[in-house]
């Protein structure tokens, strides 16, 4: 049996059934006089099927065995794969056509067939964590009996003890019960930034196949090194590596109005789109310069990334204490965790809760920004089905500091006695899965702003190896007002006593979300705007976040203009905030621009 057996469960509702591949598996188009009543029975059935679906993958590292001719080695280290849609499907499949409807029995085992397929996107995921915990890539997907021979399928289901696991059987044919399962083996490379994961039909027997299509290969050079990923034709270029996590800016969240998500194609091509046209030049265009946001990825082909990767971004903070009160000889009875989710960055700060004293403190970037710069997008992104990816990214960065923070301080095992989390509104829902559609509209209606006393392990529920000694920490995630009065900005009323003050009194926090606040114990007001694209360049065609490279300071002097880099470096990448600002102040100072 394989070692280490993941699991992956999801909810049928999760999934989308791609309607088109439906409709080519039951050989109906747009031009079948039968259309029209296949599309209506599709709609009534959707629902239903989405409900009944029971979607389930097990997944395993294990030797490939000895005796099988085939492709791979046998020795080498695979990773086995079985995904299901559950036994319900199958039997409403069998319900209709024993009925003699089959025109809902043709379309529900379409469509259970489909969800086969949705499924292994979220499974993917997974499967991409375990290679990387094992620094290892994929060189090479392979499917019974096109690749492999069918018995294949037996010694996925004993090393994956699918009948336990999934709740399969499987016949003397090596067939798995129910039928709308699949069974993968992935060949693993030592090179972990190869990841072949798509099925490549150009080397698949099975030629009627309603899904039938080449896979393409992408090469991408970045800053960190060569990545080689295959994907299916039509794939979008930003979610490409989004997914397979190579870093990319992509402000706007990928809908073509920042241009920062800029590639330069090297080899094959790459459609020229209407937004690659606002933001580059003919020349630039000639050279191979695309948004990756806007680009399909029709064929193989080769880009490189140009913009500096965002995973550098300097987060300033509090110079760390590095080990927190141990020079003093005494060690702390009872700590607590401050953390403050920013949009950008993240602030946590360890804290002996007697005292009232700071021991150490942990700043980093929040690494929901690949899928948007400011909350109006993340808002966008989670509606557009990224929920789950944007709770993954910051439970993950929290773990990281919480851990960090306990790491670098020797405290015992019971001091940490509670965790209080702020946040913008938007920030505190996407931690917690809320709906957060009511965000973005009119009349701007959270889901919830009320204080919360929860556990560590619910808050940080989609972070991976969550420790057990830590889940049962008490997390209170703190109150907010409104969609854009969060929790971040009514602590810093509190703990600047407005509640108490007889003097108006004002409080400005500048962040990519901006909020200022005016009033005393009798009334507040409290307002806020997107400042962030004043402090990240996100309107500037050099404007870039604060990372490496960046021009941070400005001074201009007879007219010749001195600048400093963040991380001194000889060249500059782009100007950041700072930058700006001080660039601004400059001109103004030597006269050069005027308020105008």
């Given at each position: ?6 699991i ?23 031009e ?51 995904v299901?849609?559950g ?16 025109v809902?029995?043709?379309l ?46 037996k ?5 994956l ?46 030629t ?30 930003l979610e ?7 870093p ?29 046209r ?13 948004l ?47 953390i ?5 960055t ?31 997008t ?8 990224k ?12 773990l ?8 670098n301080?020797?405290?015992?095992p ?8 702020a ?13 957060a ?22 808050v940080l ?28 900005i ?10 108490e ?16 606040a ?15 694209p004043?402090f ?61």
């Amino acid at each position: 049996m394989a070692a280490d057996i993941e699991i992956v469960k999801a909810k049928g509702q999760a999934l989308k059934i791609d309607r088109d591949s439906v409709f080519k598996q039951v050989k109906c188009d747009e031009e079948n006089p039968l259309y029209g009543e296949f599309l209506e029975e599709y709609e009534k059935l959707l629902p239903q099927v989405l409900s009944v679906l029971e979607p389930k993958a097990a997944l395993g590292f294990a030797p490939y065995p000895e005796g099988f001719n085939g492709a791979i080695k046998p020795g080498t280290l695979v990773l086995y794969m079985i995904v299901t849609v559950g036994k319900e499907i199958c039997d409403m499949v069998t319900r209709y056509f024993n009925s003699g409807d089959y025109v809902k029995g043709m379309l529900t085992d379409a469509m259970a067939s489909a969800a086969v397929f949705s499924f292994e996107r979220p499974v993917f995921e997974r499967l991409r964590d375990m290679c990387a915990s094992k620094h290892l890539g994929i060189k090479m997907r392979f499917e019974a009996p096109g690749h492999i021979p069918m018995e294949i399928q037996k010694t996925a289901y004993e090393e994956l003890d699918a009948g336990k696991t999934l709740g399969l059987s499987i016949s003397s044919g090596y067939m798995y019960d129910p039928v709308k399962s699949s069974c993968q083996v992935f060949e693993t490379t030592d090179n972990e930034r190869v990841l072949h994961l798509t099925h490549n039909c150009a080397n698949c027997s099975n030629t009627d196949c309603p899904y039938r299509t080449e896979s393409v290969i992408v090469s991408i050079a970045d800053e960190k090194g060569d990545y080689e990923l295959s994907a299916s034709p039509g794939s979008n270029l930003l979610e490409l590596l989004q997914e397979n996590r190579i870093p990319l800016s992509a402000i706007c969240g990928g809908s073509g109005r920042c241009g920062k998500c800029a590639v330069k194609l090297l080899e094959g091509d790459l459609k020229i789109s209407g937004s690659d046209r606002r933001f580059f030049s003919e020349e630039e265009l000639a050279g191979g310069m695309r948004l990756a946001c806007t680009a399909a990825v029709t064929g193989n082909c080769r880009i490189e990334t140009v913009q500096p990767s965002e995973d550098n971004m300097v987060s300033l903070g509090p110079e760390s204490k590095q080990g927190g009160n141990t020079d003093s000889g005494k060690r702390t009875e009872k700590t607590g965790i401050a953390i403050d989710i920013g949009t950008t960055t993240l602030a946590l700060s360890l804290t002996d809760t007697e005292s009232g004293e700071i021991l150490d403190t942990y700043t980093a970037i929040n690494h929901q920004r690949s899928l948007g710069a400011d909350v109006i997008t993340r808002i966008e992104a989670a509606g557009k089905g990224k929920a789950d990816k944007l709770r993954e990214l910051i439970c993950t960065d929290l773990l990281r500091g919480i851990q960090t923070l306990l790491e670098n301080n020797p405290i015992i095992p019971d001091a940490l006695q509670m965790i209080a989390v702020a946040g913008n509104t938007t920030m505190l829902h996407l931690l917690m899965g809320y709906p957060a559609e009511g965000l973005g509209v009119y009349p701007f209606t959270p889901f919830k702003t009320e204080l919360e006393d929860r556990k560590l392990g619910e808050v940080l529920s989609a972070a991976k190896d969550l420790p057990g000694e830590l889940k049962e920490i008490k997390t209170v995630l703190l109150p907010g007002n409104s969609a854009f009065a969060g929790a971040d900005i009514v602590s810093g009323l509190f703990s600047c006593g407005f509640h108490e003050s007889e003097k108006i009194c004002a409080l400005i926090d500048l962040g990519t979300n901006g909020e200022m606040a005016i009033g005393n114990k009798d009334r507040l007001m409290v307002t806020s705007t997107a400042a962030g694209p004043a402090f990240e360049g996100g309107n500037i065609k050099w404007g870039v976040g604060s990372v490496r490279g960046a021009i941070a300071r400005v001074h201009i002097e007879n007219g010749t203009a001195e600048i400093k880099t963040i991380g001194d470096t000889e060249k500059a990448v782009g100007i950041c905030g700072t930058g700006v600002i001080e660039a601004a102040a400059e001109l103004l100072r030597n006269k050069l621009i005027d308020e105008s």
